[in-house]
C-alpha cells in the first residue's frame, strides 16, 4: 500500500527525520513508537505533504498504490490527502471548526472530495456517526464540538476522516489525555476499521497502548528508527537500550512498595459540592470521605468529570464545601475565614499538570522558587541556600537558575514546580494529573522523585490521576470516584487483585499496561522481518 525508504525530512540544517524506511500493507497496523522530539509527527505529517513551508523532504523511494509521492505538487497532494490517506490527530477540540457543527464538518468532507451529491448528505453523515459508535447521531449532528466529551470529539473527528472512504489511515496520537476507557473504545474502533481492509499508520509515544492495536511496532529516537518487529518481538524481547528503557518506563509495570504510615494529616468527612448549570445543577461531589496519613500516598482515580479536581480543590481550601467538613493536621480547614486558614497554608502544597501555567513566564527559576522560599518567612540571607537545596532534592543543576520556564523541557519544569511545593516544608502534597502531559519516560522518573522525596521528608501525598497505571506506581491506598462518588477504596494491591465494584472492574479492563508481558527473556538473534538498529 504505502512503501517509504530512506526519508528525510530537515528544517533548515536541523533535520527531524534521518533515513527512515517502512512499509504498510493494507488491514496491518504498524505502530511508530517515540517520545516528543523523535520525528515521528513529522513522519506522519510529511505523508500527506503537511511537513511544512519550510520542510525539505527527500526519499529513495516514496510511493503509495504505486504513484511516486515525491513527484505531487500541491494540487497533486489535495487529490491523495483526506480521499485516499487520511489524517487524524491528536486533539479533536483543534482539529474541528468550532464554529461548525458535527454534521457540518463531517458533511465537508463528502462536500469537498465529491462523495456523495447534497441531498444523499444529511443521510450518509448520520451513518459515518453511528459507524464509529456515536450515539444518537442525529443529536450530535447537530451540536458543536465544544458539546461533546473528549471521546465523542476524537469519533467525530474519525468520521470526517472516513467520510472520503481513504485506504489508508495515518492516526497521530489519537488517544493521548483520554480516559482508560474511552482510549480503549478508539483503539477498538481503529481495529475494526484495520479489520474492514484500512491499512493503520498508528504514532504513539506510549507502547503501552500500542501493545493493543499493533502488528508490528517501529520505535524512533532522534529521527531513526531504532528498531523494527513485530509487536510480540519487540515487547517481548526488546532489542536496543531506548526500546528497553521505554518498555521498563510504562506506569503500572509494577505496584508501590508497602510503607510506613504516619499519623491523618488530612481527614475529608462527608463532603459535598454542587455547582449551577443551564439544566439546574450538578452534583459534583457527593458524601465523599477518606483520611491522608504521613508518609502515605491515596491515589484518587476516575475520569473527567468524575470530581476528582473538585475534591482535590477542596481539600487544598480553594472551593468550600457545600455540606460536610475538612481537617488538616486535626484543626478545622474547611469553613473558617481565610485569616485564619492563611497560617495553614504552608502545610498544604500543591503540583499541578501545567506548570508552564502557573509560572509567571517572564520569571526565571531563581526568582520562582525564591518567591515560595521567602513566602515561608525565612530571612534573606539564608534564602539562597535554601533555593539551592530544592534544586538538589528535585535533582537540578545550579545551571537552571537563571532559565525561564519555556528554556526548559516539560519534566525540568515539574521538577521546579514541585520544587516550589517542597519549599514551605509541607506536610501534605496535593498533585492533580502531575504527569499527564509527560512522555512516558519523564514520567517514570518524575514517579519515582515523588516516592523518593515521600521516602525522605515522610510527607502525605493524594495523587489524582485519571491513568491507573500512573495510580498503580504510586499508591499505598486507591479510591475510585464516579459521578462525583468514591464507589470502592481500599489498599493498592487489594483493589488491583480483587476489584469489588462494576466500574473498577471496566477501568482495570481497559488498562494496556496489563498486555505488556511480566517478564522479557535476553534478546536472541534476529529472525527474519525483525531489524535491531545499534
Same mark, same amino acid.
Given at each position: ?8 525530512v ?8 534521518r533515513?527512515?524506511s517502512f512499509?504498510?500493507?493494507p488491514?496491518?497496523?504498524l ?14 505529517r510529511?505523508?500527506v505533504?503537511?511537513?511544512g513551508?519550510?520542510?525539505?523532504v527527500r526519499a ?6 504505486g ?7 500541491e494540487?497533486g497532494?489535495?487529490a491523495?490527502r ?5 489524517l ?6 483543534v482539529s ?9 464538518e ?6 469537498v ?9 444529511p ?6 456517526l ?8 442525529g443529536r450530535r449532528?447537530?451540536?458543536h464540538?465544544h458539546?461533546l466529551?473528549?471521546g465523542l ?13 481513504p485506504s489508508?489511515?495515518?492516526?497521530d ?6 480516559d482508560?476507557?474511552?482510549q480503549?473504545q ?5 481495529g475494526r476499521l484495520?479489520d ?8 504513539s509515544h ?8 499493533a502488528?508490528r ?10 528498531e ?10 526488546p ?16 505496584a508501590?512498595?508497602?510503607r510506613?504510615?504516619g499519623?491523618v494529616q488530612?481527614?475529608?468527612?462527608g463532603v459535598?459540592r ?8 450538578q452534583?459534583a461531589?457527593?458524601?465523599v ?6 508518609g ?8 473527567s468529570?468524575?470530581g ?10 480553594l ?6 467538613r475538612v481537617?488538616?493536621g ?19 502544597q500543591?503540583?499541578y ?8 513566564p517572564? &520569571? %526565571?527559576v531563581?526568582r520562582i =522558587?525564591?518567591?515560595a +522560599?521567602?513566602l515561608?518567612? #525565612?530571612?534573606r $540571607?539564608?534564602?539562597? /541556600?535554601?533555593?539551592a537545596?530544592?534544586?538538589d532534592q528535585v ?10 520556564p519555556?528554556e526548559m523541557s ?8 514541585i520544587?516550589?511545593?517542597?519549599a514551605a ?11 499527564s ?5 519523564i514520567?517514570a ?7 523518593a522525596l515521600?521516602?525522605?521528608l515522610?510527607?502525605a ?6 491513568d491507573l497505571g ?7 491506598r486507591?479510591a475510585?470516584?464516579k ?16 476489584p469489588? &465494584? %462494576?466500574?473498577?472492574?471496566? =477501568?482495570?479492563?481497559a +488498562?494496556?499496561?496489563?498486555r #505488556?508481558p511480566r $517478564?522479557?527473556p535476553? /534478546?536472541r538473534?534476529?529472525?527474519?522481518g525483525?531489524?535491531?538498529?545499534e
Open positions: 500500500m504505502i512503501q517509504v525508504d530512506g526519508l528525510e530537515s528544517f533548515g540544517a536541523v533535520p527531524a527525520v533515513g527512515v512499509q504498510v500493507a488491514g496491518e497496523c505502530a511508530i513508537v517515540g517520545e516528543s522530539g523523535s520525528g515521528k509527527s513529522v513522519t506522519a510529511a505523508l505533504g503537511l511537513a513551508d519550510r520542510a525539505s529513495r523511494a516514496f510511493t503509495f498504490e504513484e511516486d509521492l515525491t513527484a505531487l505538487t494540487t497532494w489535495r491523495v483526506g480521499r485516499r490517506i487520511g487524524i490527530l491528536q486533539d479533536a477540540l474541528l471548526d468550532p464554529l461548525r457543527t458535527v454534521g457540518a463531517v458533511a465537508e468532507t463528502l462536500r472530495h465529491r462523495v456523495a451529491d447534497r441531498a444523499e448528505r443521510g450518509r453523515v448520520l451513518s459515518l453511528s459507524e464509529v459508535g456515536v450515539p444518537d447521531p449532528a447537530r451540536q464540538p458539546e466529551s473528549g470529539r476524537q469519533r467525530a473527528l474519525i468520521a470526517s476522516v472516513l467520510a472520503a472512504g489508508l489511515l495515518v492516526a496520537e489519537p488517544t493521548t489525555a483520554l482508560a476507557t474511552v480503549a478508539i483503539l477498538d474502533l481503529l484495520r474492514a481492509g484500512s491499512g493503520l499508520l498508528l504514532i506510549d507502547l503501552a497502548a500500542v501493545a493493543r492495536l502488528d511496532i517501529a520505535v524512533m529516537h532522534e529521527g531513526r528508527i531504532v523494527e518487529g513485530t509487536a510480540a518481538e519487540v515487547l517481548a524481547e532489542r536496543h537500550p531506548y526500546t528497553r528503557a521505554l518498555l521498563a518506563a510504562v506506569p503500572g509495570a509494577r508501590t512498595a508497602p510506613e504510615r499519623p488530612l481527614s475529608v468527612e459535598f454542587r455547582f449551577r448549570t443551564p439544566d439546574g445543577h452534583q461531589v457527593d458524601d470521605s477518606f483520611e491522608l496519613r504521613a502515605e500516598t491515596l491515589g484518587l482515580v476516575g475520569e468529570g468524575s476528582k479536581t473538585t475534591v482535590a480543590r477542596i481539600a487544598l481550601g472551593l468550600e464545601p457545600d455540606e460536610g481537617l488538616l486535626g484543626r478545622s480547614w474547611s469553613g473558617v475565614r481565610e485569616r485564619d486558614r492563611r497560617a495553614g497554608r504552608r502545610r498544604i500543591a503540583v499538570q501545567d506548570p508552564l501555567g502557573s509560572f509567571d517572564r &520569571h %526565571p531563581g =522558587l525564591g518567591q +522560599v521567602a515561608t518567612g #525565612l530571612p $540571607r539564608e534564602r539562597p /541556600a535554601r533555593v537545596e530544592l534544586l535533582g537540578l543543576p545550579a545551571t537552571l537558575l537563571g532559565r525561564r519555556l516539560g519534566g525540568q519544569r515539574q521538577r521546579v514546580a520544587a516550589r511545593a517542597l516544608r509541607p506536610d501534605v502534597i496535593v498533585c492533580d494529573e502531575p504527569v502531559a509527560l512522555d512516558v519516560s514520567q522518573q518524575i514517579l519515582d522523585l515523588l516516592a515521600q521516602r525522605d515522610g510527607v501525598m493524594l495523587f489524582i490521576s485519571h500512573v495510580i498503580r506506581h504510586v499508591s499505598d486507591i475510585v470516584m459521578d462525583g462518588r468514591i464507589v470502592e477504596s481500599g489498599d493498592a494491591a487489594e483493589v488491583f487483585g480483587s469489588a &465494584h %462494576p466500574y473498577t472492574k471496566e =477501568l482495570l479492563a +488498562v494496556s499496561w496489563d #505488556l $517478564r522479557r535476553a /534478546a538473534a534476529s529472525g527474519p525483525r531489524h535491531g538498529h
